[in-house]
């Protein structure tokens, strides 16, 4: 088999991981190396579907002796396979680096013998492209769950980032969907690499020359619908991932039928596409927003609303503390009204130093005036004009992001009161 037959192969193979979107680090090239990273990120385009793909985005190999329910290269499936010798798979990134198809390497793998037999192979690619042609670009590397601390040590000092993929959140979906992994054995690398990297951080201040270790951080993917989790449960994972182990990104990635297999949900269920946009905006909300999952999901409510966002969700059931006067609100409470995001906050902070807000300003602050208008009060003005009614006011949100129900209420949409164009 051919170079290109191998990358063809191991291209596809890599393409349902979704954990690869920007760098997230910032290096120069060196005197006598080759390429840079930049915050910007390795080089992606995003598919029809949404997805986000590295250029160079492959497999080492997509052999596994592993027998994951969800995925196309389990080893119960009937595939090509392939594998690409370390010096192929550095040649490989070079070349496509030099004529500027790529701007770094994602890197995952199948599961050949056993994790670190598996992360040796990769181990050999990663060192032949720094430290023989020193490649500098940037390098995200899976990390298969159960693989020893030492050779995640060495992993961390050759990668940008790496990442140990969770999958399914409970040990109980884990069982089912994916016999040959535990909890355990996921939890374990995320903490090494946790407790590794504010080691390293320790030794970077010390020591200015020290080897950086993993400097753009770990991330995990989550696959959403394969299994029965709940939103609630998808999400308080990924809010101790953050709080215990420092993730950078946790990805969230809808289910895509690519398997029959009893255990899995029907092949013509559609990936729940909405349910993942869902998801990342309510992780935004963890990550930048100051919310808590407890504050967004309950028991009661254990899904995310599909029809509007989990923020103006959350408003929508707090609207006791609406509207708020934007000439006095503190930061942190305009992370929380719909429509203003981190940037908007701070130039209203910045802005109200000046002089005081009136509702002809807003349009500086580049809120999404169509959202935020009717939940502020602007020196005492509702900035909508008019106060809907909360049910309403729901299907207004709804209709903004672009969800229109089949409800009597849709018949008289033109007749509710709409926010003024500010
Ligand atoms: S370990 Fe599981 S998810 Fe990873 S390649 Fe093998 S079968 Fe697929």
Known sequence: MDLMQK??????????????????????????????????????????????????????????????????????????????LPEELADLTLAFYQRNYIEGLFLSSGVVQSPDHTSELMIRTLSILRQKHHFNGYIHAKIIPGTSPGM??????????????????TQASLQKLAPQKTALAI???????????????????????????????????????????????????????????????????AYIPINQDSRLPALTAAPPLLREHRLYQADWLL???????????????????????????????????F???????????LLRIPGIGV????????????HRLRVEDLKAFRLVLKRAAFFVTVNGQYAAGRVPQAEHLRFLLADQAGIRRQTPMQMRLEELPLVCDL
């Not at 995640?152 to 959140?169: F, H, K, P, T, W």
């Not at 100051?290 to 609207?319: G, M, N, T, Y």
Request: glycine content about 6%; charged content about 25%.
């Open 152 to 169: 995640i040590d060495q992993l961390g000092l050759l990668a940008d980032r790496i990442s140990v993929n969770m999958e399914q959140c």
């Open 187 to 253: 939890a374990r690398p995320m903490q090494y690499i946790s407790g590794r990297r504010q080691a390293n951080q320790d030794e970077l201040i010390r020591y200015r020359h020290a080897p950086a270790f993993a400097p753009a951080g770990q991330s995990t993917q989550i696959i959403i619908g394969a299994s029965a989790e709940r939103d609630m449960q998808i999400l308080l994972s990924a809010q101790r991932l953050y709080r215990d182990y420092a993730l950078k990104r946790v990805y969230y990635s």
């Open 343 to 354: 940037q908007s906050a701070r130039k209203i902070v910045a802005a109200r130093r000046d």
């Open 7 to 84: 990358l063809a192969i191991l291209g596809e193979s890599a393409r349902y991981d979704v954990s690869c979107a920007t760098s997230g680090v910032d290096r120069p090239n060196q005197p006598g190396g080759i390429g840079n990273a930049s915050l910007g990120g390795i080089c992606h385009s995003w598919t029809e579907d949404g997805r986000c793909v590295s250029l160079l985005k492959v497999l080492m190999t997509n052999y596994c002796e592993y027998d994951c329910a969800y995925c196309a290269n389990r080893k119960s499936n009937d595939i090509a396979r392939a594998a690409f």
């Open 287 to 321: 990550r930048f927003y100051r919310f808590s999952v407890d504050e967004l999901l309950d028991i009661h409510q254990p899904d995310l609303d599909l029809e509007i966002d989990p923020k103006c969700a959350w408003a929508l059931r707090h609207l006791d503390q």
């Open 323 to 333: 509207p708020i006067e934007l000439n006095q609100a503190d930061y942190g409470t």
